[in-house]
């Protein structure tokens, strides 16, 4: 069976990028590999830092389960179209886990969004999309997001 890792960051994008996977996997007889990659989060310096470490805890645990609880639901509306489908959720830079699963799923397929945001976002953020196009072991499907009602004008 072949396997298509669905990296989802589970914005407004993720319901589109999970459509286009769930179409090529119905062809293909394929499972469907969900992935939420969490960064990780900012380095406490102490006194420097505006929030305690309590505080930031705190929020990196509701991150971590508004995830686990999105992943699910993402996973029972692609079991309902009769697909075999895994979640993952991770901690660490983007590409690096998305290519590292990749690499060790022996994925056939990478699908995931492109966001659009420009040149100069891309320059001072980085692109994920970019980096895994790059480097990506498989063959990467990139879905294209719709434009920004100002950008039609």
Do not use: N, W
């Amino acid at each position: 069976m072949k396997t298509i890792l669905v990296p989802v960051d589970l914005s407004a994008a993720t319901t589109k990028v999970c459509d286009a996977a769930c179409e090529l996997a119905s062809h293909l007889d394929a499972r469907l590999v969900l992935l939420h990659v969490e960064l990780p989060p900012p380095v406490m310096l102490a006194d420097y830092y505006a929030f305690d470490s309590g505080v930031m805890a705190e929020a990196v645990t509701a991150g971590e389960k508004f995830a686990e609880h999105r992943l699910k639901a993402l996973a029972r509306l692609v079991s309902r179209l009769q697909l075999e489908v895994e979640c993952q959720q991770v901690t660490g830079q983007a590409v690096a886990v998305i290519l590292a699963r990749a690499a060790t799923l022996k994925a056939d397929y990478i699908v995931l969004g492109s966001h659009g945001h420009g040149a100069v976002f891309d320059l001072l953020v980085g692109s994920t999309t970019q980096g895994v196009l790059r480097k990506a072991p498989c063959p990467v499907l990139v879905v294209p997001m719709a434009p920004s009602a100002r950008g039609r004008r």
